[in-house]
């Protein structure tokens, strides 16, 4: 009964957003039905008697409240400073500077789409030093998005590209990998090495042609153009048109702050995505002052950076915040351990099980909007499975891990394409259309691999 009320709420959530209704509330009042109902209906609850309010009534609030809190206080403020960062970047014309000296020398490729599809597999590689998806895609859309866009691809193929750009949670770091691997009784760096590496060096062939052909054609369908920037005559009176060749610079230095004080290189010094954002905002301030001569003017531009941060915020920590309160509702009705125990008493062959439970996996991440949230819950559970399935924990663990990532890059919802769609200005429900082929093509291969271990071992 749960699975069945919990289906008939999410239809009807899907329902009023691809109506376009506005979704932080729909997002917000689905969840607390939810809760609700498991409350009086005895599946599950709100929350932990040590954090409950006393009432169940308040107790969604208090949820609320708390999920609110701790995102504004760590992602949200990541998002909000990356945002800003990248706005100040547009106002006093570096970005558009970076624009101008790569595009030239990517233009000799005469061909847009395989830069974006480069693009991808830089990223993908990139990942290994910085284990958060929305953090990464940030980044990416302070320093890639504009390039790709100046060579003639669309707002929406350039995003989906830097979306999924960490679509396998494959850093030896990442908290889900260290957990597949002691949970599979393996040492990190083996599981990493022997079995996730192999099965991304397939998904850059794969998952990259597919985004060279699938962005190709449906930007041809959606009737976008290719027209590369005309970078001879891109400048105009507005200053940001006209700012110095060096500010081509700045929009990268907080990529390379992260890159360079991380396992990489300087392990002693940490720096994080807000520090990198303060620190490049500072460096554009100085820069600024050079330029302009003009203490006033420099101080005046920084009001783009707290502005775009209230965009951030208003747009795109609340979508997030409302995902997770739907999640949550979704969670206290017991939706995953029912799927679970009626996974294991189907009698399904040892793949089998394991592609069910894959399919679990990614449709409760596409529909929480969350990669970890799902899979830390069935990991717990994965090793007597796989025991009662006789085969090895690994084999469950690996594809259900790279499942969650993967289908995460399909939720309009899940954080990633909320940060990336707000900042290219794009629908999250239209991106995902993009993404949805090649992180199909990228779960064919995370099933194909782990079938290729079995028969091998």
């Known amino acids: 009964m749960a699975l069945v009320i919990s289906f008939l709420i999410t239809f009807w959530v899907a329902y009023l957003i691809y109506k376009k209704y506005k979704p932080q509330p ?21 929350l932990a008697p040590k954090a409950s309010t006393g009432s169940i009534l308040f107790d969604t609030f208090q949820f609320m409240s708390q999920t609110l809190s701790s995102r504004a206080a760590k992602l949200g403020l990541n998002i909000m400073c990356v945002g800003a960062f990248a706005r ?20 000799k490729l005469k ?6 599809s480069l693009s991808w597999v830089l990223g993908l590689c990139i990942g290994l030093c910085i284990n958060s998806a929305s953090g990464l895609a940030m980044l990416l859309m302070v320093t890639v998005f504009p390039i790709l866009v100046g060579l003639g691809v669309s707002r929406l193929a350039a995003t989906a590209a830097v979306a999924s750009t960490l679509c396998f949670d494959w850093s030896p770091s990442d908290t889900g990998t260290i957990l597949s691997a002691e949970t599979a009784g393996l040492d990190p760096v083996i599981y990493w090495t022997n079995y996730q590496v192999p099965i991304v060096i397939v ?5 990259g042609t597919l985004f060279f052909f699938s962005q190709k054609y449906l930007d041809k369908k959606d009737g976008h153009v290719v027209v590369p920037m005309d970078v001879d005559h891109a400048k105009s009176d507005d200053p940001a048109d006209n700012a110095p060749a060096i500010y081509a610079l700045l929009p990268i230095v907080p990529l390379a702050l ?8 300087i392990t002693w010094i940490k720096v994080n995505i807000i520090n990198a954002m303060m620190i490049g905002l500072s460096v554009g301030m100085i820069a600024e002052f050079i330029r302009t001569r003009n203490l006033k003017t420099v101080f005046e531009g920084v009001q783009a950076f707290f502005d775009g941060m209230g965009m951030q915020m208003a747009n795109v920590v609340t979508l997030i915040v409302a995902g997770q309160v739907f999640a949550q509702g979704l969670m206290s009705m017991g939706v995953i351990n029912t799927l679970i125990k009626g996974s294991q008493s189907a009698g399904f062959s040892p793949m089998m099980m394991m592609v069910v439970m894959v399919a679990i996996i990614a449709i409760s991440s596409i529909v929480m909007g969350s990669g970890n949230a799902p899979f830390f819950a069935f990991a717990a559970l994965t090793p007597a499975v796989a025991k009662a399935s006789g085969i090895a924990p690994v084999l469950f663990l690996l594809p259900m891990h790279f499942a969650a990532s993967i289908a995460r890059t399909c939720s309009p919802i899940t954080a990633v394409i909320v940060v990336a769609s707000g900042m290219g200005n794009v629908s999250p429900f239209d991106l995902i259309k993009r993404t949805f082929i090649p992180m199909c093509g990228a779960m064919i291969v995370n099933v194909a691999m782990t079938f290729f271990y079995y028969y091998r071992g």
Do not use: H, N
């Open 111 to 116: 061909s847009p789409y395989l830069v974006l």
């Open 203 to 207: 998904a850059f062939f794969v998952v």
């Open 258 to 265: 992260i890159l360079s004080f991380s396992p990489l290189w």
């Open 26 to 46: 729909v997002l917000v009042v689905g969840g607390f039905i939810l809760m609700y109902t498991a409350v009086i209906l005895g599946y599950g609850q709100i």
């Open 88 to 107: 100040y970047m547009d106002r006093i014309g570096a970005s558009r500077a970076l624009v101008r000296m790569t595009i030239k020398p990517l233009l």
